[in-house]
């Protein structure tokens, strides 16, 4: 055991460098056919942090359809969590999948009091350097993905409440 | 047989308490919401392979319990009762929480990860000379963390282009809503050669230290580049705990030699504040 021990240790050092090595490694240069799955499974030493930017902000806004007539639904105070780079529904992760979205276009309708239909409306405007002052102005607008509220969506996680 | 330099204890222990205080920091305020984030009151996503909720659903009850332990954990860990023990706890437990969750796992919760797995291999039970001689791995396991951060996002930035060469990439981060908008931010973003500067600073310093950290005549100096670096960002964006978490394995980083003699000026300073002291309390 006592020979043992220290060729055990180095193996693990040597399978979590390789495995950090090879996170990098396909950061950089991923794979075209596998990139997706070996995006998931390197995905816990991928550290692309703020490597691509905007020069616009962007806000993603739910709406509802009352009597034909778009309504702002209270999104922000439904689910108050504002955390670094946005609420949940902002997520980059949210916006690039439609499932995603679906769930919470799906929990808007059930809070709505009876929409129709909801929508992710997207708005985004110019990022001004050097001013506190951010406000939206000369913002245009991109519809994202309307749902209608008659459709339920089965819920993602089909876990057992413990 | 490859062999590390080992950290003396104290540079564990400086290390133990900065990190339980930074995740602690990080942790106790997710605590107001709770109940949205982590339980059946959150709108429930799945993202293979990494999302439990096709397994269990936390009901807030057990959502509490589980935040409980966790910050049980780490006012162990910052004590240093039942090191390890703890540091496996809120292994499991902050796991448990962020896998439920997974849309606001961010970058310092996976650095957390992997500075705890590397922490359960620190010579927690060793006793002076003996700690000297053990905890190889635990500080290699965080090198390797690090170079891989550092490295990672530094090539990416280089590979970016104009971006991060022109300092664009930063001025455009310091404004923007959610991690932007700290006023020493705002106001350095609108002098663009001191985003330049500022960005060549950044992709210096993350492109060195997979270099640097290595050497005894280094190591040192590109830590102290790292707090400068960490403190920046601190001061200008709003990115949770992530720059305390960043330096609080800095002891355990720095080459041991260099350890030492940062804490020998460290008591040098102090005793001479207490010669300065005592005679006034006299």
Redesign the interface.
């Known amino acids: 055991m006592q020979t043992l021990r220290?060729l055990l240790?180095?193996t693990?050092?040597a399978v979590?460098?390789a495995y950090?090595?090879l996170?990098?490694w396909h950061?950089?240069y991923p794979p075209a056919p596998l990139a997706d799955l070996l995006g998931?499974?390197y995905?816990?030493?991928?550290?692309?942090?703020?490597?691509?930017?905007?020069?616009r902000?962007s806000?993603i806004v739910v709406q509802g359809s009352f009597d034909g007539q778009w309504r702002r639904l209270p999104m922000e105070q439904w689910?108050?969590?504002?955390?670094?780079?946005?609420y949940?529904?902002e997520?980059t992760?949210?916006t690039r999948s439609v499932s995603?979205q679906r769930?919470?276009l799906w929990?808007a309708c059930e809070r709505s009091g009876g929409a129709a239909e909801v929508r992710f409306v997207r708005y985004s405007w110019p990022?001004?350097?050097?001013?506190?002052d951010?406000r939206m102005r000369r913002a245009r607008h991109q519809i994202m993905r309307v749902w209608p509220c008659n459709r339920p969506v089965p819920?993602?996680?089909?876990?057992?409440?413990? | 047989?490859?062999s590390f330099p080992r950290s003396p204890a104290s540079a564990w222990t400086w290390t133990r308490v900065l990190f339980g205080s930074a995740l602690l920091l990080e942790w106790l305020p997710r605590a107001a919401?709770l109940e949205?984030?982590y339980s059946?009151e959150s709108?429930?996503?799945?993202?293979?392979?990494?999302?439990?909720?096709?397994?269990?659903?936390?009901?807030p009850r057990?959502a509490w319990i589980i935040w409980s332990v966790l910050t049980l954990s780490l006012v162990l860990l910052i004590a240093g009762r039942f090191v390890r023990l703890a540091l496996g706890i809120f292994l499991a437990t902050s796991l448990s929480l962020m896998l439920f969750e997974t849309?606001?796992l961010?970058?310092y919760d996976?650095l957390a990860?992997?500075q705890t797995l590397a922490l359960c291999f620190a010579p927690w039970s060793a006793k002076g000379e003996d700690a000297e001689r053990r905890g190889g791995?635990a500080r290699?396991?965080l090198l390797?963390?690090y170079?891989?951060?550092?490295?990672?996002?530094g090539?990416?930035?280089v590979?970016?282009g104009e971006?991060?060469i022109m300092g664009?990439?930063?001025?455009?981060?310091f404004?923007?809503?959610?991690?932007g908008?700290l006023?020493i931010g705002?106001?350095l973003?609108?002098?663009p050669w001191v985003m330049t500067g500022l960005a060549w600073f950044t992709v210096g310093f993350e492109c060195l230290f997979p270099v640097a950290i290595w050497f005894r005549r280094t190591s040192g100096w590109i830590l102290l580049a790292g707090i400068v670096f960490h403190v920046g960002i601190l001061l200008t964006m709003?990115?949770?705990a992530f720059s305390l978490i960043s330096i609080a394995p800095y002891p355990v980083l720095a080459h041991p030699d260099v350890w030492r003699r940062f804490e020998g000026r460290v008591e040098a300073v102090r005793a001479w504040i207490m010669r300065r002291v005592r005679p006034a309390a006299a």
């Open positions: 220290p240790v180095r693990l050092l979590f460098t950090h090595a996170a990098f950061a950089q998931r499974m995905w816990p030493s991928n550290w692309s942090m703020f490597t691509r930017y905007t020069r902000h806000r689910f108050p969590m504002l955390w670094d780079t946005g949940r529904w997520r992760m949210v995603l769930a919470f929990a990022r001004r350097l050097g001013q506190m951010q819920p993602m996680g089909r876990g057992t409440l413990l | 047989m490859i919401h949205e984030l059946s709108v429930i996503v799945y993202r293979p392979p990494f999302s439990i909720t096709d397994t269990v659903i936390w009901s057990t849309l606001h961010k970058a996976r990860f992997w791995a290699y396991m390797a963390t170079v891989a951060l550092y490295v990672g996002t090539f990416s930035k590979r970016a971006g991060w664009d990439a930063l001025s455009y981060h404004v923007a809503l959610g991690v908008g006023p705002v106001f973003s609108g002098i709003s990115v949770g």
